[in-house]
C-alpha cells in the first residue's frame, strides 16, 4: 500500500481501461479505495468471482507468487506481411519454406527441440487460418520442421490472394 496507495486502479495488474471505467463510474478511483471496497458490493456489479477478486487485487492478495524469473518460452513464430498478394503457390511454399527455415533455426540454436508446426495464413480480405500438426517426434532438424510446415500449408485451399504467412513452432519443455 505504501507504493501503490494513490496510484489510478489499472495500475495493478489484471485490471485494465475499461474496468477501472466501471469501477470509477462507482466511486473507486484508486487502488487504496479499492483495497477498502466491500467485496459484496463489488460482486453485485463484476460478479460473484471477478468481484471479489478485484478486491484481492488492490489489497496485494492472491495465490500468486511474484518471481522475477523470466518464464520458458513454449512457442515461437515468425511471420510476414507482403506488400503485394501472393497468388503462386510455389512462392507461398517458398516463403513458408523461409519462415520455417527461420524459425527452426533460430530455436534449434538455442538447444531446445520443436514438437508441433503450425501455418497461418491471411488472405488479403484479411481471413485468417491457422493450421498445425505434431511431430511424430520431437526434432532439431531443420528440414524436418521446413517439411512439417510445408505439410501443413498442403491442408489450406489457397484459393484467395495470400497477405500474410506465419510459422510458430511449440517447444518441447526445458527440462535443464
Known amino acids: 500500500m505504501a507504493v501503490m496507495a494513490d496510484h489510478p486502479t489499472d495500475d ?7 474496468t477501472a471505467q466501471k469501477l470509477a463510474e462507482h466511486g473507486i478511483h484508486t487502488v487504496a479505495e479499492l483495497a477498502e471496497a466491500d467485496p459484496k458490493r463489488l460482486a453485485a456489479i ?11 487485487v488492490g489489497r496485494g492478495l492472491g495465490g500468486t ?25 510455389a512462392q507461398i511454399e ?10 527452426g533455426g533460430e530455436v534449434i540454436a538455442t538447444g531446445r527441440a520443436i514438437m508441433r508446426v503450425g501455418v497461418t495464413v491471411r488472405t488479403a480480405a484479411f ?17 524436418e520442421i521446413e517439411a512439417a510446415a510445408l505439410m501443413v500449408l498442403e491442408r489450406f485451399e489457397l484459393d484467395r ?6 510459422v510458430r513452432v511449440a517447444l518441447v519443455p526445458d527440462t535443464t
Request: charged content about 30%; some cysteine; proline content about 8%.
Open 161 to 166: 490472394p495470400v497477405r500474410l504467412l506465419g
Open 65 to 89: 507468487e511474484v518471481t522475477t524469473t523470466p518464464r520458458e518460452a513454449r512457442s515461437r513464430s515468425r511471420a510476414r506481411t507482403f506488400p503485394e498478394d501472393l497468388t503462386d503457390r
Open 46 to 56: 463484476f460478479g460473484p468471482t471477478i468481484g471479489p477478486g478485484l478486491c484481492m
Open 127 to 143: 481471413f485468417t487460418r491457422t493450421k498445425a500438426a505434431k511431430l511424430a517426434a520431437p526434432t532439431t532438424d531443420v528440414a
Open 12 to 18: 495493478l495488474w489484471g485490471i485494465g481501461r475499461k
Open 94 to 103: 517458398e516463403k513458408v519454406a523461409e519462415l520455417a527455415r527461420d524459425i
